[in-house]
């Protein structure tokens, strides 16, 4: 099984050691069904918190995924929930919200979207995510240069990001995010 490091490694490895060493190493696993445990609106990284897997996961993943807004054509069926050991509301979220972020800096390379973008790039420094470790300032500073035809480091992370959740999608059967 893949561990949450391993998946993000390529895309927010610091981020995912403060994901999860703050609230995965605290968890606790429940045999719960994900629907039924309340959820918090934001992201704490100082909770105890349940942690989440196998099947249990997927669904409780898929209760967050339209909190995040996404372009035209995104979605998250290129993450793989299932291969992650375990994942607590907080390590979710997270994943939701940088994997969002990766999705509008690709529509902003590619001039998708320019009518919500505005509205979208004024919130997202403010997803809990994105206040971590000046994730906010690193994904505007992309956009700043993908808007100027340029491209960054964090602009290609999320493309090679995208190619593998596009194949994995493909691989089982669902609609990758474009």
């Known amino acids: 099984m893949t561990?949450?490091?391993?998946?993000?490694?390529?895309i927010a490895a610091s981020a995912v050691i403060v994901a999860?060493?703050?609230?995965?190493?605290w968890g606790i696993q429940t045999g719960a069904d994900p629907a039924e445990v309340s959820a918090q609106p934001d992201i704490s990284f100082r909770e105890p918190a349940?942690?989440?897997?196998?099947?249990?996961?997927v669904k409780r993943a898929a209760l967050f995924t339209s909190s995040v807004p996404l372009p035209?054509?995104?979605n998250f069926n290129g993450i793989r929930w299932a291969d992650l050991e375990a994942a607590t509301d907080t390590d979710i979220r997270f994943l939701l919200q940088y994997n969002a972020a990766c999705q509008w800096l690709r529509a902003t390379a590619d001039r998708r979207d320019t009518a919500d973008q505005e509205a979208v790039w004024s919130q997202l420094p403010s997803w809990p995510a994105m206040r971590l470790d000046g994730y906010g300032e690193q994904f505007q500073s992309a956009r700043a240069s993908a808007?100027?035809?340029?491209?960054?480091?964090?602009?290609?992370?999320?493309?090679?990001?995208?190619e593998r959740e596009t194949s994995y999608a493909q691989d089982i059967g669902r609609q990758p995010s474009s």
Not at 3 to 10: C, D, N, V
Not at 50 to 57: A, I, K, N, Y
Not at 147 to 162: F, K, P, T
């Open 20 to 25: 999860a060493g703050a609230s995965v190493a």
């Open 50 to 57: 349940v942690s989440w897997s196998g099947e249990q996961l």
């Open 3 to 10: 561990t949450i490091k391993t998946l993000l490694r390529p």
């Open 72 to 74: 035209t054509g995104g």
């Open 147 to 162: 808007l100027q035809g340029r491209d960054s480091a964090l602009s290609r992370r999320c493309v090679e990001s995208h």
